[in-house]
């Protein structure tokens, strides 16, 4: 099995700054990609940013130039720095990773748990 856990969330006042952070567990041959996604109440999960195992990162535009994306591939991690939290910020995010198990194994989405942002004015 394999487990995504998230961590870093909280509330924080508008301008402010959090870093969330992922690790995947278990059985884990190889990750495809990483990424976060979010979830604001009443509202679809959106993608918010994404890093492929190249290294290439993708962001949402809502979120370019205050969120940053890396990993660490010997923890098998992921993170999101957030700068310039605004209160439209604020939702449940999600971290996601695409992972094969074993070889020649199609790769498998998985999900964490979620972890809250709150963004106040």
């Known amino acids: 099995q394999v487990q995504l856990v998230e961590s870093g969330g909280g509330l924080v006042q508008a301008g402010g700054s959090l870093r969330l952070s992922c690790a995947a567990s278990?059985?884990?041959?190889?990750?495809?990609?990483m990424g976060w996604y979010r979830q604001a109440p009443g509202k679809q999960r959106e993608l918010v940013a994404s890093?492929?195992?190249?290294?290439?990162?993708n962001y949402a535009d809502s979120v370019k130039g205050r969120f940053t994306i890396s990993k660490n591939n010997a923890k098998n991690s992921v993170y999101l720095q957030m700068n310039g939290l605004k209160p439209e910020d604020t939702a449940d995010y999600y971290c996601?990773?695409?992972?094969?198990?074993?070889?020649?194994?199609?790769?498998?989405?998985?999900w964490g748990q979620g972890t809250q942002v709150t963004v106040s004015s």
């Open positions: 996601n990773a695409l992972i094969s198990i074993a070889p020649f194994v199609e790769s498998y989405t998985y």
């Open positions: 278990g059985r884990i041959f190889s990750i495809d990609a």
């Open positions: 890093i492929p195992s190249d290294g290439t990162t």
